[in-house]
DNA sequence: TGTATTTTTTGATATAGATTAAAGTTTAGG
DNA sequence: CCTAAACTTTAATCTATATCAAAAAATACA
């Protein structure tokens, strides 16, 4: 898994044998059962995954329970509850295991101490910011602008993998469309 | 103007008199009228813009001709279609002055010259970029999980500046419901 | 200052997609 | 394997909000 991190960074920046040692430290290994949650609505999120095995989600929840998917990291992502994780504050973002996950994490501590030791982290986070920019703002404009069809059409045409890997639930929580509304999706589109 | 411009830079981050004058230097003036568009379909968004006076608004259109719009940028902020201006790639965000008004722009390259030639402008930039991915993921769930009377008291309750100095039209616009559902909101809610 | 244009309000109707319900189908663990 | 639980499909109904239409109010400009 750490192999995976390193090919993970060394695509991003150049880093030195000892830096990329001092990086790789600060990542503790995890792993998930799936449904396992990470961060729970209020809770501050203080970690950052990187997913070796497995997927992670990152959704909503709004009053009447119903779930909003943000976001599915899959092998060689980053996840976290961002947001929380910039500010500080309690997370309006949950984060649990798709399926059963084997994570390596780095605390938000230690990820900003690498920010201040090694000079090519903060191009490594300008980079996931403006990633986690550019994706979130395509999410949003997909939600402002497409109806169900055109949204589910765009999936299965960027991202399949959401759609063959996932149990529908999961995916129509993502397109935030109903169970039902995707299924008849599924054997119309 | 430049004065606001310095006094925003202070308020983010500490740069000596000499940096000041640089990053100041590279920034030049621009008067649009009502309604003036500043970046169009497709074209690549090569300036960021800071509002001394008036307000900036950045929106999507659909394929039907229906605008949603993502943000409007007020006195004392900056704003740029910032998908593009990361990716360098056509913009699929208009920016358009929504009253009569007084900029500051940059361009992109000189931006990322200044990343290179004073230090803290990468921390700037960072700051940016998190409020940037703060402020839209907060959008995000927004639509995610509120409905047309929820969204408007949100809006009532943390920005009542766009609902009272912008018209209908535009708040509807950024709510993305219906001229006529705003209008049945405002006098009920 | 009066007329044209734009914006807002109000009412009637239409519709995408949610909800509810129930029958099939798949999956996983004992 | 077998059975309970989880997931998917299909159909009927409901609802929030869009759309269409027209009057009323505000604003701009000649």
Redesign the interface.
Known sequence: MYEQLTDYINDKIKVSEDELKTILSFFKPLKLRKNELLVTYGQTSERTFFVGKGCLRIF????DG?D?T?YFAFENQFATA??SF??GGPS?EFIQAAEHSELLYITHRDFYHLLEIVPQW??F??HY??K???N??????S????DATEKYRQLLDENPVIIRRLPNKLVASYL?ISQETLSRLKSKV
Chains 1, 2 share one sequence.
Not at 60 to 63: G, L, P, Q, R, V
Not at 143 to 146: M, P
Request: without cysteine; glycine residues 0%; hydrophobic residues 40%.
């Open positions: 909503f929840i709004n009053e119903q909003a943000r961002l947001v910039i500010t309006d903060e191009s986070y300008r910011l403006e986690a920019y550019v979130n703002t395509k999410r949003l404009m939600f402002l602008t497409q935030n």
